[in-house]
């Protein structure tokens, strides 16, 4: 079985990556520190983009640093659906609603 493009994905799914906010592209393009990492996953976790998808955009994105960053991604994927029924303390950027939460 191929393996689908994560870039294909994703926009099926939440549309066009060029009408997102510029932000979320640049976050793509810094270094990856622990803020940077946890605002890109606030905006997939958010948006309901899986952990294995948003590790693939990335990946596809920015391929130096895919392996601090996907084990990065998926420890706030993982602390935040723990504990789904309490704010994530993130604000990320609502794609339907066209607004930060």
């Not at 596809?60 to 704010?87: A, H, I």
Request: charged share 20%.
């Amino acid at each position: 079985m191929a393996t689908r493009n994560p870039l294909l994905v994703v926009e099926q799914r939440r549309g066009d990556v060029d009408t997102w906010p510029s932000h979320v592209g640049y976050l793509f393009l810094e270094f990856p520190t622990r803020s940077i990492i946890k605002q890109l996953t606030a905006f997939f976790y958010g948006n309901g983009i899986s952990p294995s998808l948003a590790v693939g955009l990335y990946e596809l994105c920015n391929e130096d640093y895919t392996s601090l960053v996907g084990s990065s991604m998926r420890t706030f994927y993982w602390e935040w659906q723990r504990k789904r029924f309490t704010p994530h303390l993130s604000q990320y950027y609502d794609i339907h609603l066209r607004q930060f939460l």
